[in-house]
C-alpha cells in the first residue's frame, strides 16, 4: 500500500509560480512511475506530466510544456511540480498518481495509487 500526500496548493497571481510536493509513504518508492493530473471545475481530469520509474525520463501534456518541471527525490519519497508563468486556465485540483509501470500513462489507467489532491487557483 502507498499513501500519497500532496501540498503546495494555495492562490497566485497570474504569471507566478508555485511548487507543488507528493509526498509517499513506503520504501519502493522507486519502483513506481510518478505522475501528476488536474481536474479543472466542470471538466473532465486530465493528465499534467509525468516521470518513468527508472531513468527518471519526464514527459508534458502541450498545454504546460516548458513552463513546469516534474522531479523526484527517490530519497525522500517526494515528487514535485515547479509551476511558472501560470495561468488562470491552470487552475484545478491538483492530483499525484503512482503507477507500477515504467511510466504513466496520460490517460491515467493503471495507476495504482491516487491522492487526495490539492488546490491551485491562479487569478487574472
Known amino acids: 500500500q502507498v499513501q500519497l500526500v500532496e501540498s503546495g496548493g494555495g492562490l497566485v497571481q497570474a504569471g507566478g509560480s508555485l511548487r507543488l510536493s507528493c509526498a509517499a509513504s513506503?520504501?519502493?518508492?522507486?519502483?513506481?512511475?510518478m505522475g501528476w493530473f488536474r481536474q479543472a471545475p466542470g471538466k473532465e481530469r486530465e493528465f499534467v506530466a509525468g516521470?518513468?520509474?527508472?531513468?527518471?525520463?519526464?514527459y508534458y501534456a502541450d498545454s504546460v510544456q516548458g513552463r513546469f518541471t516534474i522531479s523526484r527525490d527517490n530519497a525522500r519519497n517526494t515528487v514535485y511540480l515547479q509551476m511558472n508563468s501560470l495561468k488562470p486556465e491552470d487552475t484545478a485540483v491538483y492530483y499525484c498518481?503512482?503507477?507500477?509501470?515504467?511510466?504513466?500513462?496520460?490517460?491515467?489507467?493503471?495507476?495504482?495509487?491516487w491522492g487526495k489532491g490539492t488546490l491551485v487557483t491562479v487569478s487574472s
Open positions: 498518481a503512482a503507477d507500477r509501470n515504467i511510466v504513466v500513462a496520460r490517460s491515467g489507467a493503471g495507476v495504482d495509487y
Open positions: 513506503g520504501r519502493t518508492f522507486i519502483g513506481y512511475a
Open positions: 516521470i518513468s520509474r527508472s531513468i527518471g525520463s519526464t
